[in-house]
C-alpha cells in the first residue's frame, strides 16, 4: 500500500544525498514512487520558494507562505499519488515548518498548529527519517561555492534552536519519526536506511 515518507534534518545534515538512494530501493521492490520537496513540488510552490527562501518578510507571513505552498503540494501531488497508490518522498514537510519557524525564528507552536490543522488534519507522514548532525559539522557540509539562502545564513543559535525542535518533535511522535545519526559515512547511513525501508508495515499509507 502507498506511504508517504519525508526526509528532515537542518541544512547540511546531509539528508538530501539519501532521497534518491531511497527511492532506488522502493523502485526495485516494483513500486511507484514520486519524489519532490518542500517549499516547492508544483509550479505555484515553486514560485513560492524563490520568495520564501530569498525575501525578508514578517514570521507570520513566512509561516502562511510556507502553508500556502504546501495547501497546494498536497492537492496537486501527494494527495492524488497516494490515492493512485503511489510511494511519495518529499523533501521536508510540516515538521520542518515547526522546526524553522517555530525552533529557529520562535514563532509560538501553537500558531503552527493552528496551520497544521486546517490545511492537513488527516494526513501525516507513515515515516519521517530525521538526519541529526552537530552543527559544526552541518555547517562545514553547506556548499561554499553557492550562494546561501536567508535560512542557511542564520547564527549558530538559530540551527541550535531548529535542531532541539525538531528533536523534540522527534520524541513527540516517536511512532512515525526514526533519528538517523548522520555523522557516519554515506555507506553506514544506508545500512541503516535499509533495514528502516524493509521494516516498514505493509498497511495503507498516510492516516492516523
Excluded: C, N
Excluded at 532521497?19 to 532506488?24: E, L
Excluded at 500556502?68 to 510511494?87: K, N, T
Excluded at 533495514?195 to 492516523?208: C, E, T, V, Y
Aim: hydrophobic share 45%.
Amino acid at each position: 500500500m502507498a506511504k508517504f515518507i519525508t526526509f528532515e534534518g537542518i541544512d547540511g545534515a546531509g539528508k538530501s544525498t539519501h532521497i534518491a538512494f531511497v527511492a532506488d530501493l522502493l523502485r526495485a521492490q516494483g513500486l511507484q514512487v514520486i519524489t519532490t520537496r518542500e517549499p516547492g513540488g508544483t509550479t505555484l510552490g515553486e514560485a513560492l520558494r524563490e520568495v520564501l527562501l530569498h525575501q525578508k518578510m514578517h514570521l507570520e507571513t513566512e509561516a502562511m507562505l510556507m502553508f500556502a505552498a504546501r495547501r497546494e503540494h498536497l492537492a496537486q501531488v501527494i494527495e492524488p499519488a497516494l490515492a493512485r497508490g503511489d510511494w511519495v518522498i518529499s523533501d521536508r514537510f510540516t515538521d520542518a515548518t515547526f522546526a524553522y519557524q517555530g525552533g529557529g525564528r520562535q514563532l509560538p507552536l501553537a500558531k503552527l498548529e493552528a496551520l497544521e490543522q486546517w490545511v492537513h488534519p488527516h494526513l501525516q507522514p507513515d515515516l519521517t527519517l530525521l538526519f541529526d548532525v552537530p552543527l559544526e559539522v552541518a555547517r562545514t557540509r553547506l556548499d561554499a561555492t553557492r550562494t546561501l539562502d536567508k535560512f542557511e545564513q542564520e547564527k549558530a543559535d538559530f540551527f541550535a534552536a531548529t535542531r532541539a525542535e525538531y528533536l523534540r518533535r522527534a520524541a513527540q511522535f516517536p511512532e512515525r519519526f526514526r533519528v538517523i545519526d548522520a555523522t557516519r559515512t554515506i555507506a553506514e547511513v544506508q545500512q541503516e536506511l535499509k533495514q528502516i525501508i524493509s521494516s516498514l508495515p505493509s498497511q495503507p499509507g498516510g492516516k492516523q
